[in-house]
């Protein structure tokens, strides 16, 4: 380690496999290229989110191998070679381990992991909180962590105890509301620490990780044909278990700037504005004693008569309609 | 009257506004047009049914200016001559008028009246019991109905006292379960009569109508312009309350030949195979966990996901969402 402030280095996490929000998103097109959310897509709204934090050269992604050209080209500011595609889905295990390894560099940069399809309301206030984390990274032997403020006990998110700073699993409803009342804060991915941190961590809770985590700066990047191989090998494991629910120096700053995971078409529902029946649409949508749908044509003119709770969605090539309580399982649609 | 047996004519009554199974049909494509029975049109099948009654010669279409071509187009066996365009819908009172208008002609033909869109499932029970219409027809001063045996107590037609020969209108469920019970049959909208016993009967009860009754035949159809003008005084009236609900010299012939009036897309449920789960479809419909659903896709891949009892059908163009429930309110959609 050197005197000088070492670097704050961001990684955007940025796999999917587009099945969420199908059939607007696509396995071509997945949920970070979405243009819905004021106009941006996720993945430019992630990337300028860090605005003034992180320049454009020191902005990672990890994405999957068939994305990086459209990734690419979604983002032209950040440096071609500073977006990789993992030859194969091993979960957020192995992308925080090649993501570690892709900003490693001289003077022990701090990294910052941040996921490409979330939403955040209050970006300056998430700037500070994000700021506040690296500052904490940079003093301390810490992977910091930010927790976000519950808005209601959400059993789709895992959570983190800031007293003991124990990671737990997505909750059933009753336990949400426990966590809720306990002070217990949504985990929601972002991860802080110097990048040796991050080595250090793999090394002691996941090894088979650590030699991704180790490719790249000095080392230089992986063949790709090596990286195939790694990766083929690897085991499918996320980062909070391989990592996160064993280590120790765990540090957690509490974040409130409006924060959403942006999981499926009931997102919808948060971030349109509604008719008086409490329908969301985009397009030309036609609604008669229609009640709480979310109507989303791109393609035919949709028209809804006498329904209610459903998820519509037209493409050239699809429709969608869906009961809105199902949308978890979108996955059923493409298990043929 | 000569002694020679009176010829028997079919008029086809073929308006339709193309509402009740929009999109599928459409005000230039209306229902007669829906080919998703049996492959030909409901049109086609109407003409087809009486064949052995009635020559193409013999056979007429009263149907709405804007359709002539395309019902020419649909029928080229019938004299172009034959099929003929209200200026404007005036209810099926003005329909029969105009028709027996058409049909009249040397030796007081016997003139029977059919809908366009209907569904026979028995077509040669159906021509065995029209036939028996026809020769009641030839005999007696009297306008002959085939009355349907219900197969339900439907709301959705009206009924005839086979004893009283009165027509009553569509009742609610509870009169519809006394008429069965009272071996009431079903009004299908099927009239036959010489030329003259409809005339006299316009003359008696509807003598607005009597003027049109009374063209073609011997007197040559009325020119376009004085159609239109003719039309644009008229009431807009139904042949049963303009003439059958007042007439003393009906004769009721029972029907048991499958018939159906195909009046929205819940006649869907009856014609069309079911999967396991009591979903119809057509077209490239992927179905999870859904239920009593109608699926028509005529263009873009349809996917439900655990929605029950609705009818999704896409076009090119369009896109509807209906609960099966509401069909009957189809109009609502054009409303605006």
């Known amino acids: 380690m050197k005197g000088k402030t070492p670097a704050f280095r961001a990684v955007i996490l940025a796999g999917g496999s587009g099945e969420r929000f199908w059939p607007l998103s696509t396995p071509e097109r997945p949920k970070q290229f ?83 399809d979330q939403m955040v309301a209050k970006p300056k206030e998430f700037r500070k909180v994000v700021k506040r984390a690296v500052a904490i990274a940079r003093r301390r032997n810490a992977i910091v962590t930010i927790g976000i403020k519950p808005g209601y006990p959400a059993t789709c998110f895992g959570y983190i105890s800031p007293k003991t700073r124990a990671f737990v699993e997505k909750p059933d409803a009753e336990k949400a509301r426990k966590y809720v009342r306990a002070g217990y804060l949504w985990n929601a991915g972002m991860f802080i620490a110097r990048a040796s941190v991050f080595r250090g961590a793999f090394a002691a809770h996941a090894p088979e990780l650590e030699c991704l985590a180790k490719s790249g700066g000095d080392a230089g990047p992986l063949a790709p044909a090596a990286l195939a191989r790694l990766y083929a090998a690897l085991p499918k494991i996320s980062f909070d278990y ?27 529902d948060k971030y349109f504005p509604h008719d008086r029946r409490g329908n969301v649409r985009e397009g030309p949508c036609n609604v008669v004693e229609a009640e709480g749908n979310i109507c989303v044509a791109r393609s035919a003119r949709i028209s809804l008569l006498g329904v209610k709770n459903l998820v519509v969605v037209t493409t050239p090539d699809s429709v969608l309609v869906a009961d809105k309580s199902r949308v978890a399982e979108m996955k059923k649609l493409f298990s043929r």
Do not use: C, H, Y
């Open 34 to 116: 979405l243009r819905v959310f004021g106009g941006e897509s996720l993945i430019r709204q992630a990337l300028a989110r860090l605005d003034g934090l992180v320049a454009p050269a020191d902005a990672f992604v990890v994405t999957t191998k068939n994305l990086v050209a459209a990734t690419r080209k979604e983002l032209p500011e950040v440096p071609k070679g500073n977006i990789v595609g993992e030859p194969m889905r091993r979960d957020t295990g192995a992308a925080v381990a090649l993501g570690v390894g892709m900003a490693s560099g001289a003077g022990d940069p701090v990294v910052g992991f941040f996921s490409s």
């Open 242 to 268: 391989a990592v996160m629910e064993k280590a120790k120096n765990v540090e957690v700053v509490p974040g409130d700037f409006g924060w959403d995971d942006v999981g499926s078409f009931a997102a919808f």
